[in-house]
């Protein structure tokens, strides 16, 4: 006895057994829907790798959104990925943190020194120094989350002014004074106005602050007023008071 294996017109495979003369169908095999699902499912490939770039742009929207503190478990989080891959790009989170104030200082846009009186270039330092946190607040806590004497920030917005007094003949003494007090009041008016409160939030803290009836209305109107202050007005008067008064410093014969 021996097989021999024919089609059906169906195309149904069959075994046919001429000692005995009948056949048995063989079991159809669905090979179209195999090929197709082999076809139709992709395989799982390597997830795209990150970049250090779209990290900190992470890290950025994060800091803009939330006044906590950032942690890389939470930067993780938010970009779907483990925590130890962050850490193929970033050794640590201050190693992270100085990156991302590395962006904020980028975005910083000096204004020109060349042939320009001095007082012209510290109003618009200040003022290009108020557009950077107007923009971005976050930039403030980043850039000096370290120390109040940021050694990036010091290269973009300390040096230039140092270089610019000293080529005038400002003595080294009196030029770090005048710098010390320029930069502290510069960040102090930069940050209030930054963080000038809804009247609603004024109202509340009045309510709150056990002053006597008469007194919380005086405080209201007043902060009402404030309020209605054109800041750009503000502002200006902030910058041209700070410039004087370091005219005044530079030209005393000894710092304070």
């Not at 190693?95 to 991302?100: F, K």
């Not at 330092?125 to 607040?137: A, F, N, V």
Request: aromatic share 10%; charged share 20%.
């Amino acid at each position: 006895m021996f097989w021999i294996f024919v089609r059906r017109l169906d195309w149904t495979p069959i075994c046919y057994d001429r000692a005995h003369g009948y056949s048995v169908p063989m079991p159809r095999t669905n090979k179209t829907s195999a090929a197709s699902s082999r076809i139709g499912v992709a395989k799982p490939g390597p997830k795209p790798r990150l970049t250090k770039e779209e990290i900190v742009a992470e890290a950025c929207r994060l800091l803009s959104g939330s006044s906590g503190e950032l942690t890389m478990a939470k930067l993780a989080a938010s970009l779907n990925v483990g925590v130890m891959s962050l850490y193929r790009y970033y050794p640590s989170r201050e190693s992270l943190l100085d990156a991302v104030a590395e962006h904020f200082i980028g975005l910083w846009q000096a204004p020109a020194i060349e042939g320009r009186p001095w007082q012209d270039i510290v109003f618009d330092w200040l003022k290009e120094t108020q557009r950077l946190w107007d923009e971005h607040p976050e930039a403030l806590r980043v850039i000096f989350w370290n120390s109040p004497q940021s050694a990036s920030w010091i290269r973009v917005w300390l040096v230039p002014l140092a270089r610019m007094f000293k080529s005038r003949g400002v003595e080294l003494d009196a030029l770090a004074f005048a710098l010390n007090w320029l930069g502290t009041s510069a960040v102090a008016v930069i940050v209030m106005e930054a963080n000038h409160p809804a009247q609603a939030a004024v109202d509340a803290n009045l309510a709150a602050g056990g002053l006597s009836s008469d007194d919380r209305k005086l405080s209201s109107d007043l902060t009402r007023r404030m309020a209605a202050i054109d800041r750009t007005s503000v502002r200006r008067f902030n910058y041209e008071n700070i410039v004087a008064g370091l005219e005044r410093l530079l030209e005393m014969p000894s710092q304070p």
